[in-house]
């Protein structure tokens, strides 16, 4: 079977078609964008996202949104975080965070697959964590250098896709489908 994934970033598709194959669905990548809304959930993000590619995409699909939320910045950047990252990068939030002790922080990814004629279905994962004080390592994209998840000492920069699925966000969502996918095939 074969499921297009709507998405540029080519990191996420990576770690998104290592799961997949394992269950025997061929990967498609689906990369020419989509409208994204400003608002302040993932899941309105992701839904408008998929009505909108539901028009254009004829194959089963999925879109996957995700954030970094940081307490100490009331949430900051959250459904910005592509954005913010773009702006600012890694060295911006760590320097937003400069004075902060509190450096409790999520990844949020929410998932949203969708069949011709049928209801979309939402899967969300979320990964607790901390933030580094500097960056660390050099492997995955976005925020990953600081973002140090709950029961690792490493950076998700210093894992390699295989062990940064096993705690990421993306990898708990990613999961769910695989879950349903397999009861559904």
């Known amino acids: 079977m074969e499921i297009m994934f709507a998405s540029q970033n080519r990191g996420k ?19 020419r964008g989509y409208p994204e809304i400003q608002a302040d959930n993932l899941v309105d993000v992701a839904i408008y996202g998929t009505r909108y590619l539901s028009r254009r995409i004829d194959k089963p699909f999925f879109l996957e949104d995700a954030g970094l939320f940081i ?7 959250g459904v910005y975080s ?11 939030i760590l320097k937003l965070m400069e004075t ?15 069949e011709k004629g049928r209801k979309a279905k939402v899967f969300i994962g979320t ?3 901390t933030i580094s004080h ?10 990953d250098p600081i ?10 920069g210093e894992m390699d896709a295989q062990e940064k699925n096993k705690y990421s966000h993306r990898g708990k969502s990613i999961d769910m489908l695989v879950k349903y996918l397999r009861k559904k095939f």
């Open 134 to 143: 500097e960056e660390r390592g050099t492997k995955g994209f976005g925020f």
């Open 13 to 31: 598709f990576k770690e998104a078609r290592e799961k997949l194959e394992k269950i025997g669905i061929k990967l498609l990548i689906y990369d």
């Open 82 to 92: 592509a954005y913010v990252f773009k702006k600012i990068g890694c060295k911006g």
């Open 71 to 77: 307490r100490s910045l009331n949430g900051f950047p």
């Open 127 to 129: 990964c607790q964590g």
């Open 147 to 156: 973002f140090i998840p709950a029961g690792s000492d490493k950076t998700f």
């Open 100 to 114: 902060e002790e509190d450096r409790y922080a999520e990844f949020r990814s929410v998932i949203v697959y969708k």
